[in-house]
């Protein structure tokens, strides 16, 4: 269960799904949602718009990774975002990822 004080949920309350740049898989999202929706007997009404929104995330150069949960008789749909680190030698970037944060895209409430 999710700490009052924190905001955050244990790993085992979330959903994830890692999408290749493949646009044909981008009906995964949509039945991810769906699913969680009914799960959470929210109607059906700005469902389509919640999927283009989450669609529209889709990375085209990489893998996208998306998590679900549902909090107070709703869903959150969110989207990791990845920060590059920057290297100290040479003053160029090492590539490297940095910190992982995910940006909250769709709420959806019953």
């Known amino acids: 269960m999710a700490s009052a004080d924190s905001g955050e949920y244990d790993a085992g309350e979330y959903t994830?799904?890692?999408?290749p740049p493949d646009r044909a898989l981008r009906s995964c999202i949509g039945l991810v949602v769906a699913g969680l929706a009914a799960r959470?007997?929210?109607?059906v009404a700005?469902?389509?718009e919640?999927?283009?929104l989450l669609e529209d995330r889709q990375s085209t150069e990489g893998s996208t990774r998306y998590r679900f949960y549902l909090k107070d008789e709703g869903l959150v749909a969110e989207v990791e975002e990845r920060e590059q680190a920057v290297g100290l030698g040479d003053g160029e970037a090492s590539g490297a990822v940095g910190e992982v944060s995910w940006r909250t895209v769709v709420e959806m409430v019953s």
Not at 16 to 19: H, I, S
């Open 16 to 19: 994830y799904l890692t999408l």
């Open 40 to 43: 959470a007997r929210i109607g």
């Open 46 to 48: 700005g469902l389509e």
């Open 50 to 52: 919640a999927v283009e």
